[in-house]
């Protein structure tokens, strides 16, 4: 029930966050997983309010519906709907820029507050093509992942880097924790649960495309 669209199946649905201060590489970090794309151009509003795509995690066919912020962010105004039922983050920061490591913290905070307490966070410093303008050490990066029990990467939606891994390495954490409570409650892991909610995510529509702005690359 509910993990059949159209042709396509999947064992499990995960909804993920995008999070992190405006201009980190959000929308690029999204865009460059799911079309291989990426933008140059600040100004340009990618303007999807989710976008997803379907892979193979440890051998089970995962889709990844990840949402992504039309710049809320800005005015510190997402709204508790934009986390409700994500099971993943990925909390973004610019490695280029101390503010938003710092900024971090309060992502957290937001995250404690508004989404699920086991909601599984990967902290990604993007920009990391930008060594040249580094003004965050990875050691920093790796000390505050460490401090606050968060998976880490330097990522570049630029280049690529470590892009396919930073999801690969969210949803198998997700899965880990999925399949764990699956196995506990003797329950076939036909949707994607909750952790902690035991609630199935029930998110049949994948048209979560508003407008497609720019990117020719
Ligand atoms: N050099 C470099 N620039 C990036 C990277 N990711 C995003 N950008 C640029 O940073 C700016 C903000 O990116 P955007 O994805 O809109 O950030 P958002 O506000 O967090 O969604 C844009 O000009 C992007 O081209 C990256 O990995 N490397
Ligand atoms: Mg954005």
Not at 6 to 14: N, P, Q, S, V
Request: one cysteine or more; proline letters at 1%; aromatic letters at 8%.
């Amino acid at each position: 029930m509910g993990n059949r669209l159209g042709d396509h199946e999947y064992d499990y649905l995960f909804k993920i966050v995008l999070v992190g201060d405006s201009g980190v590489g959000k929308s690029n970090i999204l865009s460059r997983f799911t079309r291989n794309e990426f933008c140059l151009d600040s100004k340009s509003t990618i303007g999807v309010e989710f976008a997803t795509r379907t892979l193979q995690v440890e051998g089970k066919t995962v889709k990844a519906q990840i949402w992504d912020t039309a710049g809320q962010e800005r005015y510190r105004a997402i709204t508790s709907a934009y986390y409700r039922g994500a099971v993943g983050a990925l909390l973004v920061y610019d490695i280029t820029k101390w503010q938003t490591f710092e900024n971090v913290q309060r992502w957290l905070r937001e995250l404690r507050d508004n989404a699920d307490s086991n909601i599984v966070v990967l902290m990604a410093g993007n920009k990391s093509d930008l060594d040249h303008l580094r003004a965050v050490g990875e050691q920093d990066g790796h000390a505050l992942a460490e401090k606050e029990g968060l998976s880490f990467l330097e990522t570049s939606a630029l280049d690529a880097t470590n892009i396919e891994r930073a999801f690969q390495t969210i949803l198998a954490e997700i899965y880990h924790i999925v399949s764990k409570k699956a196995l506990a409650t003797k329950q076939a892991p036909a949707n994607a649960v909750i952790p902690g909610q035991g609630t199935a995510i029930n998110v049949a529509n994948t048209s979560g495309v508003m407008s497609r702005g720019c990117c020719s690359a």
